[in-house]
């Protein structure tokens, strides 16, 4: 057993991890009591040593974790919060970090969209190229959980060039206020295929009469899209996100988000035979 928070990180509650080729675990949060920034903090099951930072993050929380170039790299993604720590001043926009595991240390900030409050998910995959989905910052509606549209962009993680930017003509998927803890049931993640996996098309609906304020991304259309240039390829509609686990040609969904009533039905489903076999 290791305590986070005591070893580096500071960070109270996690809100995500990703599994490096190193063999540590790494975990990315923010803190509590002394502040509202970030803490990056990782695990070595070898030989179960714990470590970690927070100083970059004291404005920057933490939400999103990935791995690229084949897991030798981890990228974090970012929003500004106010440094209750070290005063550092309020940031203009999320950031995506990448921390190069074998110098253990951070190569590059990355400001990927500009004047874009949070940097939103990321995924990566075998080259040294990560794949965000965020929120319009041009949109009037942000914030109202009315947005017409969202940002897709595309970063190459060794020179720091932002390879594209395009607009989708829906909202994210997902929610980030103080309490982010991405239990909305949204997911974003790289296939076996090589393609990004996640939800579009959908809205944040109330799920349970008995509370109001626990929202759920529902109705969406699942949907894999290509890397290399964000074409958008549509599987078809499901009833409520859900975390996503690839087994052969199956794709696995979770029940949904964490307010959603247990008669609702919380059960894990199995989409058959829609991963294709090869990239």
Request: proline fraction near 5%; charge should be positive.
């Amino acid at each position: 057993m290791a305590y986070l928070s005591h070893a580096g990180s500071g960070a109270h509650k996690m809100w995500a991890a990703a599994l490096g080729a190193d063999g540590k675990v790494y975990f990315g949060g923010r803190w509590y009591r002394n502040g509202e920034g970030g803490g990056l903090g990782w695990y070595d099951p070898k030989t179960q040593q714990a470590g970690g930072i927070s100083e970059p993050f004291s404005n920057q929380q933490i939400c999103f974790l990935t791995t690229a170039d084949r897991g030798r790299t981890l990228v974090i993604s970012t929003r500004p919060v106010r440094d209750a720590v070290l005063n550092k001043p309020m940031a203009k926009a999320g950031k995506l970090f990448v921390f190069d595991l074998a110098e253990g240390k951070i190569a590059r900030e990355i400001e990927p969209v500009a004047d874009a409050l949070f940097a939103g998910a990321i995924a990566g995959g075998a080259d040294a190229r990560v794949l965000g989905l965020t929120y319009d910052p041009t949109d009037t509606a942000h914030g109202a959980l009315h947005e017409k549209r969202s940002v897709l962009y595309s970063v190459d993680l060794a020179s720091g060039k932002i390879l594209f930017v395009k607009k989708l003509p829906f909202p994210v998927g997902f929610l980030t206020n103080e309490n982010f803890d991405r239990m909305d049931g949204f997911d974003f993640q790289t296939g076996p295929d090589g393609k990004v996996w996640t939800y579009t098309g959908g809205a944040m609906e109330a799920v349970n009469p008995e509370k109001s304020w626990g929202l759920a991304y529902a109705h969406p259309a699942l949907v894999r899209i290509d890397p290399r240039d964000g074409s958008v390829d549509v599987l078809g509609k499901v009833d409520r996100a859900g975390a996503m686990a690839f087994r052969g040609t199956d794709l696995y969904l979770s029940g949904g988000s964490k307010y959603d009533p247990l008669e609702k039905g919380q059960y894990l489903r199995r989409i058959r035979g829609i991963v294709p076999t090869a990239p």
